[in-house]
């Protein structure tokens, strides 16, 4: 399909917040916190043509529809989310990881942070700390590399060239090799997580990229989206007697 033109230039020393489609989803509910949260609005639409096509009404009434690659943000906000709402067709996966990488490359962000779940499955003693860990992709010594540091504790015991194959990651590891290795401060957050109901994770793991990304919130607000269609209002207790 025909490239979708996109401004860049908005783009430049900003923080980009890269949700991975992984176990629970626990970062796209994350950025769907972000994005409500910090009054984001929709900035820019990439192409979909990687990943499995979905469409949907947008949030609060605004005319348009939504799709499932749009990059959000604010006037005087320094922050950037870069929602994906369906993950990439499997013989696809080169395709769509070298788009994200190059609209990466091409907006000159200062900082990225990926957020990614990781399988309980996977979780050793050491883990047991905390829900989130992190990990710094870059080595470069910057304000970004000391919130991410700061706010929670080191997924690896020891400092090693790239992660372990973790399970219920998705593309997180294929994302990070293709990453530019000159340029943006990288970083990833990473969310023990099981499927379902994942409100409380999401509020975690959004307060702690907010921090990262140096952005304070001064109320945490759920899209209406998730008590229309995705989690439903709650049920009527007068049911129960």
């Known amino acids: 399909m025909p490239p979708i033109p996109i401004n860049y230039s908005q783009f430049k020393g900003k923080t980009l917040i890269l949700p991975i489609v992984s176990v629970g989803n626990v970062p796209q509910l994350a950025c769907d916190l972000l994005i409500a949260s910090l009054g984001l609005g929709r900035l820019e639409i990439l192409s979909p043509e ?31 989310v870069l929602q994906q709402r369906s993950p990439a067709f499997t013989m696809y996966k080169d395709q769509f990881t070298q788009q994200i990488t190059a609209f990466v490359r091409e907006g000159e962000f200062e900082n990225v942070l990926l957020l990614s779940g990781a399988d309980v499955i996977g979780r050793d003693d050491r ?8 990990y710094p992709a870059t080595s470069a010594q ?12 080191a997924f690896l015991s020891s400092p090693l060239p790239a ?17 530019p290795a000159q340029g943006p401060s990288i970083g990833v957050l990473l969310q023990f997580a099981m499927e379902g ?15 990262v990304g140096d952005v304070r919130v001064a109320k945490w607000e759920e899209p209406p989206s998730w008590r229309v269609g995705l989690f439903g209002t709650p049920q009527e207790q007068t049911l129960y007697g």
Do not use: Y
Not at 65 to 72: G, R
Not at 142 to 153: D, E
Not at 163 to 177: Q, T, V
């Open 50 to 80: 990687w990943v499995i096509s979905c469409a949907g009404g947008r949030q609060d009434g605004v005319r348009g529809v939504t799709t499932p690659l749009e990059v959000f943000g604010k006037e005087g906000v320094d922050l950037v």
């Open 127 to 134: 883990h047991m700390l905390s829900p989130i860990f992190h």
């Open 142 to 153: 910057t304000p970004f590399h000391t919130r991410l540091t700061l706010t929670t504790p």
């Open 163 to 179: 992660l372990p194959p973790i399970p219920g990651s998705g593309l997180l590891r294929r994302m990070l090799a293709l990453l």
């Open 197 to 211: 109901d994942n409100r409380g994770d999401a509020h975690f793991l959004a307060e702690c990229a907010a921090k």
